[in-house]
């Protein structure tokens, strides 16, 4: 029983000194959404959030049920400057859809410019098709 409630405490401990600064959780957004749909579909010029300021990413899938047993298959990566980021995985059911997304907070935002890279991919043999886009985003100076 002493050895639950140690482990548990640890894990109130784990929280606590995760949690960002911001009061935000780990699965709560930070400032301002930043799309990157419409670069990689229409290629448009992004519209970024002012340089320094807190922003986020979420992207992914909106499926119906009938993908369920799929769902594991589709994804979504984001890279910037090279670098894959870790996003925070987000699977939410109802109203006859499954969403799998996944954020990715930038507390403190970018300044300058930056390589994008966006990756869907969907589950083989699925109606759905791949999404890999490169874009460069100027966060000012």
């Not at 290629?43 to 594991?72: K, S």
């Not at 910037?80 to 996003?87: N, S």
């Amino acid at each position: 029983m002493r050895r639950i409630g140690l482990i548990a405490a640890l894990a109130a401990c784990a929280v606590l000194i995760a949690a960002p600064a911001t009061g935000a959780g780990p699965r709560d957004p930070v400032g301002e959404k930043f799309s990157l749909v419409l670069p990689c579909l229409q290629g448009l010029d992004p519209v970024p959030p002012e340089p320094d300021t807190d922003f986020y990413v979420r992207h992914g899938w909106g499926l119906t049920p009938a993908l369920e047993d799929d769902l594991g298959q589709f994804t979504f990566d984001l890279w910037v400057d090279g670098v894959e980021l870790k996003g925070m995985l987000i699977v939410n059911a109802g109203s006859g859809a499954v969403s799998r997304a996944w954020l990715y907070n930038f507390p403190g935002g970018l300044n300058g410019e930056h390589t994008f890279r966006t990756v869907w991919t969907a589950a083989p043999g699925s109606e759905h098709h791949d999404l890999d886009c490169t874009f460069v985003v100027n966060f000012g100076s």
